[in-house]
């Protein structure tokens, strides 16, 4: 069982950045690959990024390659998202996921566990 709680969100111009933080608890989650997504109003839920557990690989969608960067650091039990030159767009609810297994995994169907999300609002 892995339980797991977002911070990190808040409001920011356009251009600027936040780091998202998701505290793990559990044993499991060293070994669990980790992924991020987001949900804005109206749309439905989407891929963001995902990395496995050894950090080994990563996977982005294109709408944040070369912006966003996750990470994880399983002594501390705890994935970020660095995210750099925000956008409008990118306004939605962040929500980290995590589940066993060794690959790389994008869909939100193939995740066990979710955190409770954190709003991200980028201004123009």
């Known amino acids: 069982q892995v339980q797991l709680v977002e911070s990190g969100g808040g409001l920011v111009q356009a251009g600027g950045s936040l780091r998202l933080s998701c505290a793990a608890s559990?044993?499991?989650?060293?070994?669990?690959?980790m992924g991020w997504f987001r949900q804005a109003p109206g749309k439905e839920r989407e891929f963001i990024a995902a990395?496995?557990?050894?950090?080994?690989?990563?996977n982005y969608a294109d709408s944040v390659k070369g912006r966003f960067t996750i990470s994880r650091d399983n002594a501390k039990n705890t994935g970020y998202l660095q995210m750099n030159s925000l956008k409008p767009e990118d306004t939605a609810v962040y929500y980290c996921?995590?589940?066993?297994?060794?690959?790389?995994?994008?869909?939100?169907?193939?995740?066990?566990?979710w955190g409770q999300g954190t709003q991200v609002t980028v201004s123009s």
């Open positions: 990395i496995t557990w050894t950090s080994g690989s990563t």
């Open positions: 559990g044993r499991t989650f060293g070994t669990s690959a």
């Open positions: 996921a995590a589940r066993p297994g060794i690959r790389i995994y994008i869909t939100s169907s193939e995740y066990t566990y």
